[in-house]
C-alpha cells in the first residue's frame, strides 16, 4: 500500500504534503524551515540544499571536519579509560554531532565536546528543550491556549526560541559581515556561507529570517539523528561482541593501520577509499535503522481530500504516518528473524546491497526522501571506525534492556552508560 501510494506521488511530481496543523506546531522553531516549508519555498529550499550536498567542497569540508572532532571525542574517551571511568556515550555523541554539524553549517566551532563556552551550552539545552517541548504540542490539546496566555510548556518555549534566534542571528550577521569584508578571500565551505553567496544574487528571497530557518532544519536533521543512531549501534555492539570484534578488524584491514598508532595516523589511514571497503559497518549501520530508526515516527497531514490506492478514505486534515519502527521489526516484511540483530542480511559475498527505500524506511522514501543521507552514513562510518578501532565496548550493567525516550527522534532513555577499554 505505502510503495504504490509513494509511487503514485512520485509520478505525479508531488510531494507528500505538510499539511497546516504540521505547519502550525513546527512553525514557531523552524518558520519556513525546511521541515515546516510548503510548496515554492520547500522545493527552492530542497534545490539549494541537494546541489550545495553534492559538491566536492563541502563533501571534502565535511569529511574533515568529522575528521577532527571524532579525533577530539576519542581523545575525551581515552581519559576515562586511564581510571575507568564510566562514559556517557549517547552525551558525547551528541555534543560530537553538534560541533560537526555547526562547523558545517556556520563555519562556527561551538565546541560544546569541551563545554567551557557558556552561551554555546545555553544554545544547546534551549534547543533540545525546544525539541521536546514541540513534540508535545502533538498531544498536548491545551498547547494554544496556554500559547495565547504565555503559561507553562509555551512559556519555557517562547523563552528557549529567544536564545536560539538571538544566537542564529547573531551567527548569521557575523557572517555577512565576514564575507563582506573578506570580499576576495572568502571562506565559502560552510553552508551557510554557501547560500549568502546565492543570496547575493538572490536577495529577495535569502532574508536573515529564511536563513535562520533553513540552518535550523540542518540542525535538527542532521545533530540528533547521526547521534542517536551511534548510540544504539554501539548498544547493539555491546550486545553482541562478536560483531563488535568483527567491525573492528574490518576497520583495521580496510585501513591497515596498528593499534599502536595515534589518533593522527589513525585519521591519515581513515582514507574515503578505506571507508568504502567497511562494509560490514555500512551493514551494521542500517541494520542498527532498521530496529532503530532516528525517525521512529513520520507524520503528515493530508492538504485534501485523497483516497489511498487500496480505496482509503481520508479527509482534508487528516494525520497519516508511516511508522518505520514497527515497519522495520515486522516478520512479513523481513522475515522470522526480523527481531535479531544480523548485519549479514544486508551482505551478499560481503558486498553491501542497499533496500528499497520503501521496505527500509528510516530515511523516507520520494521527492522528500532525507537530503543527508550519505552525509550521515559518511560521518557515522568515520565516528564509528575511530572509536571502534581504539575501544573495546562493555556495557556498565549488562543486564540492562535499553528503551527509548518519547521524542521526534530516537532517543536512548536515561543516557548510554559504558566502559572503554583501550585495544591493543
Ligand atoms: C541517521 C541519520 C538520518 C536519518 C535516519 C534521517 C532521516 C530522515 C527522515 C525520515 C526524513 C524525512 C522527514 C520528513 O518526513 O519530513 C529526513 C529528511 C531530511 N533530512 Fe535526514 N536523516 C538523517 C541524517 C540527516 C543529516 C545528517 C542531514 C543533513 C545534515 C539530514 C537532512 C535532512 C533534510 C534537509 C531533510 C528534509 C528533506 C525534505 O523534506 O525535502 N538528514 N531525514
Not at 532498521?290 to 513520520?298: E, S, W
Request: charged share 30%.
Amino acid at each position: 500500500l505505502l510503495v504504490s501510494y509513494v509511487k503514485e506521488l512520485i509520478s505525479n511530481d508531488q510531494r507528500p504534503p505538510v499539511g497546516d496543523y504540521h505547519k502550525l506546531i513546527l512553525g514557531d522553531l523552524f518558520g519556513n524551515g525546511i521541515f515546516a516549508a510548503d510548496g515554492d519555498i520547500w522545493r527552492h529550499q530542497r534545490k539549494l540544499a541537494s546541489f550545495e550536498f553534492s559538491t566536492k567542497v563541502l563533501r571534502e569540508f565535511s569529511t574533515a571536519v568529522f575528521r577532527s572532532n571524532t579525533a577530539k571525542l576519542v581523545k575525551k574517551v581515552s581519559e576515562s579509560t586511564v581510571d575507568k571511568r564510566i562514559i556517557s556515550l549517547q552525551d558525547l555523541l551528541m555534543k560530537s554531532t553538534l560541533d560537526s554539524i555547526f562547523k558545517v553549517g556556520f563555519g562556527f566551532d561551538l565546541d560544546t565536546l569541551s563545554g567551557s563556552d557558556a552561551v554555546s551550552n545555553q544554545f544547546m539545552t534551549a534547543f533540545d528543550d525546544s525539541n521536546g517541548l514541540i513534540f508535545w504540542r502533538y498531544v498536548d490539546l491545551l498547547w494554544r491556549v496556554k500559547r495565547y496566555f504565555n503559561i507553562g510548556s509555551e512559556a519555557t518555549l517562547k523563552k528557549n526560541i529567544r536564545v536560539i534566534d538571538n544566537f542564529v542571528y547573531k551567527l548569521i550577521r557575523h557572517k555577512r559581515e565576514q564575507m563582506k569584508n573578506k570580499k576576495d578571500d572568502r571562506d565559502k565551505e560552510d553552508i551557510l556561507s554557501r547560500f549568502l553567496i546565492e543570496s547575493e544574487t538572490n536577495p529577495a528571497n535569502l532574508t536573515d529570517k529564511y536563513l535562520r530557518d533553513i540552518s535550523l532544519s540542518f540542525i535538527i536533521a542532521g545533530k540528533d539523528t547521526s547521534a542517536n543512531t551511534l548510540t544504539w549501534f554501539f548498544y547493539m555492539l555491546c550486545k553482541h561482541k562478536l560483531i563488535q570484534e568483527k567491525v573492528a578488524l574490518e576497520v583495521k584491514e580496510a585501513t591497515g593501520a596498528e593499534y599502536a598508532y595515534s589518533i593522527n595516523e589513525f585519521s591519515l589511514k581513515l582514507t574515503e577509499a578505506a571507508l568504502d571497503k567497511m562494509h560490514y559497518l555500512h551493514a551494521a549501520l542500517t541494520e542498527t535503522l532498521r530496529l532503530y530508526p532516528a525517525v521512529p515516527l513520520d507524520g503528515k497531514h493530508s492538504e485534501k481530500d485523497d483516497v489511498l490506492p487500496d480505496g482509503f478514505k481520508i479527509k482534508k486534515g487528516d494525520g497519516i504516518s508511516y511508522m518505520a519502527y514497527p515497519m522495520g521489526r515486522m516478520t512479513y516484511v523481513w522475515g522470522e528473524d526480523a527481531e535479531e540483530f544480523r548485519p549479514e542480511r544486508w551482505l551478499r559475498d560481503g558486498v553491501f546491497q542497499p533496500e528499497s527505500p520503501f521496505k527500509f524506511t528510516a530515511f523516507q522514501g520520494g521527492p522528500r526522501i532525507c537530503l543527508g543521507k550519505e552525509f550521515a552514513y559518511r560521518q557515522m562510518k568515520i565516528m564509528a571506525a575511530f572509536l571502534v578501532f581504539f575501544f573495546k565496548f562493555q556495557l556498565v550493567d549488562e543486564s540492562k534492556e535499553a528503551t527509548y525516550r518519547t521524542m521526534f527522534t530516537l532517543h536512548m532513555d536515561k543516557g548510554f552508560h559504558l566502559y572503554a577499554f583501550p585495544r591493543s
